[in-house]
């Protein structure tokens, strides 16, 4: 069963959070964070086979995004912290209206930034994590002088036009300058550093249990760029897997992005991983 709900957000818009129910109640809730310019209503077939799969599933707009409102301008600005600070812990208050169950929150690509600033904060709320797709984009771990010289471009642009206009030059969609201003500044240092806060010393001690998902062969986060990402959950409970579609699997081919419309075989082992970790860790140690 699917469901929709508004939610209003701090800037005066809104944004809607899609439900795929899983037969099963009392089960594990993977709320979704988007990449960089995806739109929600993108991984509706990867919600929905989650929740095919035994684990309901949620995904939502970030403001200014896909279905939200309004779209980013110049006069519609945030960075990190306000999505992962204020969005998020709105979206998961709604999610809770109706499903009470331990939250695994999935990061993919800039989702996994957004996620481990939220459990750098002061009252983290999901009980395990996945990173799907996600690294830092440091240029040292990131294809080099190409990667500085591309996201200190998007930076310098963006201060001049006040927001990133990526839906006409083809990359991360329509972003507001203090994210891009805070990614950009993240690819030239290798540091995330929303509002001037490192989030590396407040992660030291998270010890979520964390699934990481490479994509074979993705180019957006090459391994070095994830190793970098999960070396700032020293001590979470990682465990790791390269996804590579062997010939006769189903559904198409899988990058950095179109797993999300193709999740006939990541899904179920994204959902066996959920099932088995998070109801451990909202359980606690025995």
Known sequence: MDARTRIDL??????????????????????????????AGYYEPFVDDLARTGVTAAVADYPGQGAATPR???????????????????????????????????GHSLGGHILLTHLAGDE???????????????????????TLLQTQFMGLLTRIRRFWPGDRLGFGGRQPRTLIREWAAFARTGRLTPGGRPIEPALRDVRLPVLVVDLDGDHLAPPAAVDALVAKLPSAQV??????????????????????RSPEIIGERIAEWVLKNAQVSASGPE
């Not at 005066?12 to 739109?39: D, F, N, Y």
């Not at 110049?74 to 331990?102: M, N």
């Not at 983290?124 to 190409?146: E, N, Q, S, Y």
């Open 239 to 260: 465990e790791r897997f390269t996804f590579v579609k062997a010939p006769g699997d189903p559904g198409k081919p899988v990058s950095h992005v179109s797993f999300a």
């Open 10 to 39: 701090a800037d005066g818009g809104s944004t809607v959070l899609h439900v795929a129910q899983a037969k099963e109640v009392g089960g594990p809730l993977v709320l979704v964070l988007p990449a960089m310019g995806v739109p």
């Open 72 to 106: 980013v301008d110049r006069d519609l600005d945030h960075g990190y912290t306000e999505v992962a600070h204020d969005w998020l812990p709105r979206v998961v208050a709604a999610a809770r209206r109706e499903h009470d169950g331990p939250l695994v929150g999935l």
């Open 124 to 146: 983290p709320l999901p009980d395990a994590a996945v990173l799907i797709g996600a690294g830092t984009p440091f240029w040292r771990t990131h294809h080099g002088v190409k």
